[in-house]
Every structure is written in structure tokens, then in C-alpha cells.
T-cell receptor, first 116, second 116 residues
Framework: GENVEQHPSTLSVQEGDSAVIKCTYS??????FPWYKQELGKRPQLIID?????GEKKDQRIAVTLNKTAKHFSLHITETQPEDSAVYFC???????????????FGQGTILTVHP | EAGVAQSPRYKIIEKRQSVAFWCNPI?????LYWYQQILGQGPKLLIQ????????DSQLPKDRFSAERLKGVDSTLKIQPAKLEDSAVYLC??????????????FGSGTRLTVV
């Protein structure tokens, strides 16, 4: 089955710096890669996602890049703010053109701390 | 739209007791998932339903865990008997079949189970 590795497990940055979290996946058939933010005691919230037919996607301060050949994808947060502090999870899924059922395999998570 | 409802929010039981969790997905979402999130880890899929049929239960410990989704709407997850290692947050998620660029899951707030 699919295996997703996520690094680093913890990341500490100063406010205004950039943060990068990297994930690798094992199943070349995976074609959907979401990123979730989870604050303490709360549900995972989707912050950005990318499909395998796209190499990069950006939404304001957040961007995701995908390298299908190397089977890795990364989350980039620019101009970090203290409210970005949370646990971030990457995930991978096989969504074959909208006909699959979309089981998500998650990475282990990255604890991001943004210091004011 | 209303979110995914889960209850109870918290549950403390002694080992060898039984417990049940309930999930009401977003109206019209045919796919429902139960994930187990152990502290410090990413969520792991336990079981996946499409309408009232099981699509994937390969990681469900069937000797103690059971789940059902009668009428293809609400779902219950049961543990009997519970073990200490079952202490975790149990997340329910639902998803409509993807269309366009929207592949998103919606997670419930989860049930935090502590087995003592």
C-alpha cells in the first residue's frame, strides 16, 4: 500500500521567515495530494491541495509543489505568522479521475512553531 | 452547509469495556470514513463506506472493532473490548464524489477516547 514520509517532524521559525515541509510517497498511482493544518484539539483543516497534472499551486502565502518523477511534494509558507503555528499533515490519495473513493494516507505530521 | 457531526466529544472507559461512536456526515455525501489518530501521529484509515457498503476495512482490527452505516447516512463505530492502545481521537470524515477541482474531505471534530 501507499506510504507517506514527512519531514521535518518539528520546525521552528521566526515570524516573517519562510517554512518548508517535505513529503515523499511510494505509490506512483497516487494523484491527489492535500495538506492539512491541525490546531490542538481541533479537526484537520484542508489548506491547499494539488493534483498530479499540476506542478505547482499557490494560494496567498501558501504554495505546494509536486515532483511526480521523484515522488515528492512540498508545502511552502511565506511570511509566517504566529497563527500559522500548528501541526501540518501531508497526505496522498488515488483519485482516478473522480471515480475512486479517495482513501487518504497521511504523513506523520510536522509541528510548526512561529516565534513572534 | 452543516458540518460532519460526531458524538460524544470525549469518552473515558476502563479497559475491556465497550464503547460506541456516532457520526452524521454532510447531507448528500455518499462516502464516509473513520480514521484513528493516535497522539503525535497522522490519522490512519480504519474503514471506508460508499453509501451503506464497505469499500475498505483492511486496517480495521475486526476482532474488537466493528462499524456500520445503515441506510447509507449515519454511521457507528464500536470497540469491544477496548484496550489501552485504543486511546486515540476517532475522526469521521465524509466526501461527495469529486467534481471539477474539488476533492475535499470534511472532517468532524472527533471523539477523544481514553482507555484506562
Amino acid at each position: 500500500g501507499e506510504n507517506v514520509e514527512q519531514h521535518p517532524s518539528t520546525l521552528s521559525v521566526q515570524e516573517g521567515d519562510s517554512a518548508v515541509i517535505k513529503c515523499t510517497y511510494s505509490d506512483s498511482a497516487s494523484n491527489y495530494f492535500p495538506w492539512y493544518k491541525q490546531e490542538l484539539g481541533k479537526r484537520p483543516q484542508l489548506i491547499i491541495d494539488i493534483r498530479s497534472n499540476v506542478g505547482e499551486k499557490k494560494d496567498q502565502r501558501i504554495a505546494v509543489t509536486l515532483n511526480k518523477t521523484a515522488k515528492h511534494f512540498s508545502l511552502h509558507i511565506t511570511e509566517t505568522q504566529p497563527e500559522d503555528s500548528a501541526v501540518y499533515f501531508c497526505a496522498a490519495s488515488k483519485d482516478a479521475g473522480g471515480t475512486s473513493y479517495g482513501k487518504l494516507t497521511f504523513g506523520q505530521g510536522t509541528i510548526l512553531t512561529v516565534h513572534p | 452547509e452543516a458540518g460532519v457531526a460526531q458524538s460524544p466529544r470525549y469518552k473515558i472507559i476502563e479497559k475491556r469495556q465497550s464503547v460506541a461512536f456516532w457520526c452524521n456526515p454532510i447531507s448528500g455525501h455518499a462516502t464516509l470514513y473513520w480514521y484513528q489518530q493516535i497522539l503525535g501521529q497522522g490519522p490512519k484509515l480504519l474503514i471506508q463506506f460508499q453509501n451503506n457498503g464497505v469499500v475498505d476495512d483492511s486496517q480495521l482490527p475486526k476482532d474488537r472493532f466493528s462499524a456500520e452505516r445503515l441506510k447509507g447516512v449515519d454511521s457507528t463505530l464500536k470497540i469491544q473490548p477496548a484496550k489501552l492502545e485504543d486511546s486515540a481521537v476517532y475522526l469521521c470524515a465524509s466526501r461527495r464524489l469529486p467534481s471539477g477541482d474539488s476533492y475535499g474531505y470534511t472532517f468532524g471534530s472527533g471523539t477523544r477516547l481514553t482507555v484506562v
